[in-house]
């Protein structure tokens, strides 16, 4: 941004009326002074002429606002980057029309307790009732969401467009995100090293789920790989500080490049697409739109402008292992929606929801419920999730040792929060209650679809997006619409958090 105000200000220096000095005529000047010296006696100058003091304090009053309108002149020249006609460049361009407005509080609604119901229309014709599943997360559900025609709708766009297989972090991303981080083996082992003991064991290494090619790991699949790379060489399934140091990183790469995994391994076996929501799109895609803009009671802007409607297929043995919608943003990321208007350099980017809105969209033969492993807890511990063997992540094992599991039913739609309020009326920590998966899938074919509502937890770079996409909208244009902004941009993704 300096760098920016610097070169507008150069921009203007270049464009800037050159004011010249007043031209005096020095003979008037000459005869005015022989007039005050036609005797050593007299008055220096007439009472009544140019010299006396009602005249200099006239003169000084023309004087300041003459200085004055320069100065303020000067100063518009200066900010509105001179001539009009000129082309202001992409650097002025980036910088938007002006000071991004402060946004409203974002609302929110209160769960009151578990099993309470309440009456709300979002339809003209028809009631809806909003009933509390979970105070932690804040999660809600709506039968009769959608209608039958709305889900079968929905499917039939999702297959015209075409599905997608759904990826986690491939292997060349990850070796490459992992490059560009500064960190050591020692370092990194004191990052697994949960409990500080010198030892890593399974559980602290299972804890980090987003290894290699999207695959999940279990204590079998860790115990192989030691063995394959001579990592564990007392085989007893517990890694020393001097074994890890001994280890090389570039050896586990290699073993998990050459060792595919089927898709019943992988974090996530589905197949999705996306289909655009704004303006123009189907008149039933609007419909849907609108109505959860109703249910959330957000400003137009934020939904409006949020992803598109994720369509999502579970096949017979399809699975998602638990996992959170959104991520924290550190100073080392940021958020997916927000990039195109943050103007900074981050290595990683990260899907900043703050609400997730999922869609049942038929009934379900057999499983694929919607786990909430540790919703209503008294306490949240992320190693306490993997103990004897269990690990409340694994959604095609461990399923039905979830805390909350909702069954899919057409038309029906569960939401949650997955951020704690900040007290500012703004979006604070991630809630680690929101910890959700799709059980495993054993007959049938499960159809869902998300709708996430986009907040950057960075109100002011919220608001500086809102501001531009609203000055894209303006200027027209079909580079500058909504779908330019949001839905090209997932049209291609892959890597799901």
């Not at 020095?26 to 007439?46: F, H, S």
């Not at 790379?229 to 007392?234: G, L, M, R, Y």
């Not at 999502?312 to 958020?335: F, L, Q």
Request: glycine residues 8%.
């Amino acid at each position: 941004m300096a760098a920016a105000a610097a070169a507008a200000g150069r921009r203007s220096e270049a464009v800037s009326p050159q004011w010249a000095p007043p031209q005096h005529d020095p003979a008037g000047a000459a005869a005015g002074l022989g007039d005050c010296e036609d005797t050593p006696v007299r008055p220096l100058c007439n009472p009544r002429g140019i010299c006396s003091r009602a005249y200099f304090l006239v003169l000084m009053v023309f004087v300041h606002l003459y200085l004055g309108n320069v100065l303020a002149l000067l100063l518009f020249v200066h900010y509105s980057n001179g001539d009009d006609s000129s082309d202001p460049g992409p650097q002025r361009r980036a910088q938007g029309p002006g000071p991004a407005p402060t946004l409203a509080p974002l609302t929110r609604l209160e769960g009151i307790k578990v099993g309470y119901e309440r009456k709300v229309q979002l339809v003209a014709d028809r009631d809806h009732f909003i009933r509390t599943l979970s105070l932690k997360p804040m999660l809600f559900e709506i039968p009769g969401f959608l209608s039958d025609e709305e889900c079968r709708l929905i499917i039939h766009l999702a297959q015209m467009k075409g599905l997608q297989r759904s990826q986690i972090l491939p292997t060349e991303e990850y070796e490459e995100a992992m490059g560009t981080m500064q960190i050591s083996q020692l370092d990194l082992f004191q990052l697994l090293d949960q409990n500080h003991d010198g030892r890593l064991q399974l559980h602290e290494v299972l804890a980090q789920t987003r290894l290699g090619n999207g695959r999940w790991m279990t204590p079998e699949n860790i115990q192989e790989m030691y063995s394959a790379i001579k990592a564990d060489p007392d085989g007893d399934g517990v890694l020393s500080r001097q074994e890890f140091s001994n280890m090389d990183l570039r050896d586990f790469h290699k073993y998990m490049r050459s060792h595919k995994a089927e898709s019943s391994q992988l974090v996530r076996n589905s197949h999705h697409t996306w289909l655009y929501q704004g303006e123009g799109a189907h008149h039933v895609m609007r419909t849907i739109r609108q109505r959860v803009l109703r249910l959330t009671r957000l400003s137009p802007e934020i939904v409006e402008l949020s992803e598109p409607l994720q369509v999502v297929r579970y096949g017979e043995g399809g699975h998602y292992h638990a996992h959170v919608d959104s991520g924290p943003v550190y100073p080392e990321t940021i958020c997916s929606h927000t990039k195109l208007v943050a103007n900074e350099s981050v290595p990683f980017e990260t899907s900043c929801r703050y609400m997730t809105v999922l869609f049942y969209l038929n009934n379900v033969t057999g499983g694929g419920e919607t786990v909430f492993p540790v919703a209503d807890n008294r306490t949240y511990d992320e190693m306490s999730l993997i103990q004897d063997d269990v690990d409340l992540r694994d959604t095609r094992r461990h399923c039905d040792k979830g805390n909350l599991r909702v069954k899919p039913r057409q038309g029906t739609a569960v939401f949650w929060y997955n951020y704690l309020p900040d007290g500012q009326g703004w979006v604070g920590d991630v809630d680690d209650y929101s910890l959700h998966g799709g059980c495993l899938v054993t007959r049938g074919t499960k159809w869902i679809a998300n709708n996430w509502i986009n907040v950057d937890p960075s109100r002011a770079r919220q608001a500086l997006f809102q501001q531009e996409m609203a000055r894209l909208a303006r200027e027209g244009g079909a580079d500058s619409q909504t779908e330019w902004a949001l839905d090209r941009a997932y049209h291609d993704t892959r890597v799901e958090l």
